[in-house]
Nanobody, 125 residues
Framework: VQLQASGGGLVQAGGSLRLSCAASGFSLDYHAAGWFRQAPGKEREGVAYISRRGSSTYYPESMRGRFTISRDDAKNTIDLQMNSLKLEDTAVYYC???????????????????WGQGTQVTVSS
């Protein structure tokens, strides 16, 4: 049972990256999901959340309009499209999933059951 994050890399400020998270050993059905990040010396923070059916998403204000989370349950993946990247977006990005019955977003990271290994995103000037 694992989540595998990919798609990180080096990008110039203003550019775009698309991260993908593939689940194996379990189905993302009945799981809400989220993307989190942790920059050096900072606490981990959530950047995007999606409900189990994809009907609801939530983004903190600094990501709103730049980040888009999506899910493809047929492929068992959660993606994060990041546009207009800024220097401060540099961090290790993690995907996570949690079992949930209701079709709501889950913003409390302590409730997440599965975590990916992280993928580095570096934004340069």
């Amino acid at each position: 049972v694992q989540l595998q994050a990919s798609g990180g890399g080096l990008v110039q400020a203003g550019g775009s990256l698309r991260l993908s998270c593939a689940a194996s050993g379990f189905s993302l059905d009945y799981h809400a999901a989220g993307w989190f990040r942790q920059a050096p010396g900072k606490e981990r923070e959530g950047v995007a959340y999606i409900s189990r059916r994809g009907s609801s998403t939530y983004y903190p204000e600094s990501m709103r309009g730049r980040f888009t989370i999506s899910r493809d349950d047929a492929k068992n993946t959660i993606d994060l499209q990041m546009n207009s990247l800024k220097l401060e977006d540099t961090a290790v990005y993690y995907c996570a999933a949690r079992a949930i019955l209701k079709d709501v977003v889950a913003t409390d990271e302590t409730g997440y059951d599965y975590w990916g290994q992280g993928t580095q995103v570096t934004v340069s000037s």
